[in-house]
């Protein structure tokens, strides 16, 4: 069965920093491109960062580029969001999610985690 489990978030001023991990098992988690969402209240889910197997290539969505690192531990099957800069904006339930293959995108992903909650207040 597979499961990923989403840690890290929490309440954060404007301008800090916050790092979500995400603990997978069930898979061969080396072998699956594994990505950052995000859902804010009353708005669709949308992709954040993705990162491919080996961390070779990684994608964000401009509205995060040069703030959030997408990177991975494949010995610890975890992946994590670095966040910085962090803007009211970001405030939304985030989620990892898991694709076979070898190329990010923003849609097709099997497995999903059940999200963490990330406020930032101004």
């Known amino acids: 069965q597979v499961q990923l489990v989403e840690s890290g978030g929490g309440l954060v001023q404007a301008g800090g920093s916050l790092r979500l991990s995400c603990a997978a098992s069930g898979l061969t988690f080396s072998s699956y491109v594994m990505g950052w969402f995000r859902q804010a209240p009353g708005k669709e889910r949308e992709f954040v960062a993705g990162i491919t197997w080996n961390g070779g290539t990684k994608s964000y969505a401009d509205s995060v580029k040069g703030r959030f690192t997408i990177f991975r531990d494949n010995a610890e099957n975890t992946v994590y969001l670095q966040m910085n800069s962090l803007k009211s904006e970001d405030t939304a339930v985030y989620y990892c999610?898991?694709?076979?293959?070898?190329?990010?995108?923003?849609?097709?992903?099997?497995?999903w985690g059940q999200g963490t909650q990330v406020t930032v207040s101004s």
């Open positions: 999610a898991g694709k076979s293959g070898t190329l990010i995108s923003s849609s097709r992903y099997a497995y």
